[in-house]
């Protein structure tokens, strides 16, 4: 089934131009229905403007705001009717309003490999904490932060001169190719989205669920 996948994106968007580049490559059967950002300046809302997807604004003006700003993103994002949603370099936590419209359907990207260095800072963390490995995480979100069931990992290795920006460069390439592999694997059935998410793939396929050496899929 082609997947119908609205992208959340505060930032650069490398993200979402990888789920781009894998559509146009046939690597990923999904269709990029809208992007919707939390900062009206955010350079993901001109790649997508670029491409003709439509793109929406829903800015979080102050904190007291956050449950009104929670529930019009949840609206503003059902209008697109996707199947999945994406947290690609989303820098907000989804609040009760979007976890009770997509449950179980909100896919987030985050660069460490969780359970370890949760949060905002993970290349830094991971550094900081004299981590050799790290790499990035496709989990499905939940109430917490960084705390959603593992859909797949991919493993970077930590260099010695390493600073928080080499690294985070690193396992950013790993995450352009294991996020579209992801939703990939979700629109095939490969991987059912749910509490506990199941995984009916092939042997092959196996391995891709957890290495950053991803196969061309048909
Ligand atoms: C990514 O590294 C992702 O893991 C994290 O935010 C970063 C977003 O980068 N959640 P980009 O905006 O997709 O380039």
Same mark, same amino acid.
């Given at each position: 089934m082609t997947l119908r996948l609205v992208v959340l994106a505060s930032g650069r968007g =490398?993200?979402?131009? /990888?789920? #781009?580049?894998?559509?146009d490559a046939k690597e990923c059967? #999904?269709?990029?229905? #809208?992007?919707? %950002?939390?900062? =009206?300046?955010? *350079?993901a809302l001109l790649f997508a403007a670029e491409r003709n997807i439509p793109t929406r604004v829903v800015e979080l003006r102050s904190k %007291?705001?956050? /449950?009104e700003w929670d529930a019009l993103l949840a609206k503003t994002v059902a209008e697109f009717t996707p199947d999945v949603v994406v947290l690609a370099g989303f820098m907000r936590i989804v609040g009760d309003a979007m976890l009770a419209r997509f449950p179980h359907r909100i896919v987030n990207v985050h660069p460490a490999l969780l359970p370890s260095f949760k949060g905002a800072h993970a290349p830094a963390d991971a550094i900081a904490a004299g981590a050799r490995i790290s790499g990035c995480t496709v989990h499905i979100v939940d109430a917490g932060v960084d705390t959603g069931p593992t859909l797949a990992q991919a493993a970077v290795p930590v260099m010695p001169d390493d600073d928080a920006e080499s690294l985070h460069k690193r396992i950013q390439k790993a995450?352009?190719?294991?996020? *579209? $592999? /992801?939703? $990939?694997?979700? #629109? +095939?059935?490969a991987?059912?989205?749910g509490p506990? *998410?199941?995984?009916s793939v092939s042997a092959d396929e196996q391995r891709t669920l957890f290495s950053p050496d991803l196969p061309? +899929? *048909?």
């Amino acid at each position: 089934m082609t997947l119908r996948l609205v992208v959340l994106a505060s930032g650069r968007g =490398s993200n979402l131009r /990888s789920i #781009a580049s894998a559509i146009d490559a046939k690597e990923c059967d #999904a269709t990029i229905e #809208a992007v919707v %950002s939390d900062k =009206s300046d955010a *350079p993901a809302l001109l790649f997508a403007a670029e491409r003709n997807i439509p793109t929406r604004v829903v800015e979080l003006r102050s904190k %007291s705001e956050r /449950s009104e700003w929670d529930a019009l993103l949840a609206k503003t994002v059902a209008e697109f009717t996707p199947d999945v949603v994406v947290l690609a370099g989303f820098m907000r936590i989804v609040g009760d309003a979007m976890l009770a419209r997509f449950p179980h359907r909100i896919v987030n990207v985050h660069p460490a490999l969780l359970p370890s260095f949760k949060g905002a800072h993970a290349p830094a963390d991971a550094i900081a904490a004299g981590a050799r490995i790290s790499g990035c995480t496709v989990h499905i979100v939940d109430a917490g932060v960084d705390t959603g069931p593992t859909l797949a990992q991919a493993a970077v290795p930590v260099m010695p001169d390493d600073d928080a920006e080499s690294l985070h460069k690193r396992i950013q390439k790993a995450e352009h190719r294991l996020l *579209p $592999h /992801s939703l $990939h694997l979700i #629109a +095939t059935g490969a991987i059912v989205l749910g509490p506990v *998410p199941r995984f009916s793939v092939s042997a092959d396929e196996q391995r891709t669920l957890f290495s950053p050496d991803l196969p061309q +899929t *048909p």
